[in-house]
C-alpha cells in the first residue's frame, strides 16, 4: 500500500519499542532511516534490524540525549552529513514511571518534563532546517495522559498535554511551508518498556485489555500503520491533529484502568 523508496526518515527515540517497530516498517516500505537514542550499543543493534529489514536502504544511528541541546545539535550535524533532507521526522523520546504525587521528587517530575517535552522541541528545532519544505512530515508520539487525567501520572500527564500544544502551535506556524505535524497517541501496546512499567504483569495487562473497548492491547505495527498512513500522502490534507490509536481506551476506560493500577501500589 505504502512506497518510500529513496524516502528519508528520522526515528529519534527509534531504538526499541513503538520507535523501533516504526523505524522498521518504513524500511520496510523502502526508506532509507536514521534512528537516534542515547545508547550507541541499541542503536547499532536497531541498525542491524533495519539492513536485514531493508538492505538496499541507507540506515544510519547517531547517539544524544534529548535533554541536552549541543548534543542533539550534534546529532542532527551527523544526520546532515548524510541526508541533505529530511522527509519525516518521527519524534519519539519519552520517560515514564508510575508515582503518586506525593511521592514524586521534583528531579522525577523534571526529568520527563525534560526528555518529553522540552527534548520534543529541541529535537523539531534541530531537524526544522533539513525538513523537506513543502512535503515534510513531522509525527510526534504522544500519550492519552495528555487529554485524559491517569493516576500515577501527573508528571507524564503535564509533559504530554505540552506535547500536543507544541504540535498543534508547529502545525499552525509551519502549514504554510508545507510541513504537516500531527501526534499519534498510542493506547496501551503490548511488549514495550513502558507497557511493562505500568502493568508488569499478566494479570495487569489483561485487567487493561478489558478497559478497552475494542476488548484488547494494541500492537507495535498498530502503531506504525498509523505513522505511514500520516506520513503519507493520503493525509496531505492532515495536520495538527492528535490521532488516538488505542482501541477507544481513551473513552473512559483508561482512568478507570489507572486507577486500578494505583491500588497495587504501596500506600
Excluded at 498543534?168 to 500531527?182: D, H, K
Amino acid at each position: 500500500m505504502f512506497n518510500y523508496q529513496g524516502k528519508n526518515v528520522v526515528v529519534v527515540g527509534g531504538t526499541n519499542g513503538i520507535n523501533l517497530g516504526i523505524a522498521c516498517a518504513f524500511a520496510k516500505v523502502g526508506a532509507n532511516v536514521a534512528v537516534a537514542s542515547r545508547n550507541m550499543d541499541k542503536v547499532n543493534t536497531a541498525l542491524a534490524l533495519l539492513q536485514q529489514t531493508n538492505p538496499k536502504g541507507k540506515h544510519i544511528g547517531v547517539s544524544f540525549d534529548v535533554r541536552d541541546s549541543d548534543a542533539v545539535a550534534s546529532g542532527f550535524n551527523s544526520i546532515a552529513d548524510q541526508y541533505n533532507t529530511i522527509d519525516i521526522l518521527i519524534s519519539g523520546a519519552a520517560g515514564n514511571f508510575p508515582s503518586r504525587a506525593k511521592d514524586l521528587s521534583v528531579n522525577g517530575f523534571k526529568s520527563v518534563m525534560d526528555i518529553d517535552l522540552l527534548g520534543s522541541f529541541q529535537v523539531i528545532k534541530q531537524a526544522y532546517p533539513l525538513l523537506t519544505k513543502g512535503n515534510a512530515s513531522v509525527i510526534q508520539i504522544s500519550a492519552p495522559q495528555a487529554y485524559v487525567p491517569m493516576a500515577l501520572q501527573v508528571h507524564v500527564c503535564a509533559a504530554k498535554a505540552g506535547v500536543d500544544m507544541l504540535t498543534r502551535t508547529l502545525a499552525m506556524e509551519w502549514g504554510v511551508e508545507g510541513i504537516r505535524v500531527n501526534s499519534i497517541v498510542p493506547g496501551p501496546i503490548e511488549e514495550t518498556e513502558g507497557f511493562d512499567r505500568l502493568a508488569p504483569s499478566k494479570a495487569l495487562k489483561s485487567m487493561i485489555a478489558d478497559s478497552v473497548p475494542l476488548k484488547r492491547n494494541g500492537q507495535k505495527q498498530d502503531i506504525a500503520n498509523a505513522a505511514l498512513f500520516l506520513a503519507s500522502d493520503m493525509a496531505s490534507y492532515i495536520t495538527g491533529t492528535i490521532l488516538p490509536v488505542d482501541g477507544g481506551w481513551s473513552l473512559g476506560g483508561a482512568g478507570a484502568a489507572m486507577d486500578a493500577l494505583a491500588k497495587h501500589l504501596p500506600q
